[in-house]
């Protein structure tokens, strides 16, 4: 689903992403609830970013409150009852804007006709681009199948990709995060 967002974007930079677990819903400017493997996962697109909601988890990457949470690492893990959870976060930055919009319009393009995909637009630029969608973990917790349009229920767990776009640093924050439950 890809929406056009009538806020401006309150994150500038991938510099100022925050990582934090645990937040409660925060406000959201679009939700895509999807049923995967026996729980509701919830897309959220934030106007400082992304909250994804599954099951036990709740996994927030923003700009946030100097106390709401760490800056972004390049990978964290942790075990919830039943559960355990990673986490990984790359910046790409590109040469130039047309390299930029190339790179985010093939981000567009794969996610566009995906049920399990939420795709926000923040106005100024049709390149300040958010994006969320879920993938299916296999039973080693690795990503099955690339997209995971493959695989219509993942075999023990599920995961889920990220895409931050800005323009104005022609930056590209990539999040891959996965929750298992052990075998």
Do not use: K, N
Not at 130 to 135: F, P, S, V
């Amino acid at each position: 689903m890809r929406t056009v967002l009538d806020t401006p974007y309150r994150d500038a930079r991938a510099d100022g992403l925050s990582f934090a677990l645990g937040l409660p819903p925060l406000d959201a400017l679009a939700v895509l609830p999807v049923e995967r493997g026996g729980l509701t996962v919830q897309l959220r697109l934030l106007g400082a970013s992304h909250q994804v909601i599954a099951g036990p988890l709740s996994e927030t990457v923003a700009c946030l409150p100097e106390d709401g949470g760490e800056p972004l690492p390049g990978s964290a893990a942790t075990t919830l009852p039943g559960w355990s959870y990673d986490f990984t976060a790359t910046t790409a930055v590109h040469a130039d804007d047309a390299a930029f919009a190339r790179a985010v319009d093939a981000v567009c393009a794969r996610l566009a006709d995906r049920g399990d995909a939420l795709t926000g637009a923040f106005p100024g630029s049709r390149h300040a681009v958010t994006a969320l969608a879920l993938e299916h973990a296999g039973p080693d917790g690795a990503a099955a199948g690339g997209t995971g349009a493959e695989h219509p229920e993942p075999r023990a767990g599920i995961g889920w990709r990220t895409w931050h776009a800005y323009p104005q640093t022609r930056e590209i924050v990539m999040t891959r995060s996965r929750l298992v439950r052990p075998t």
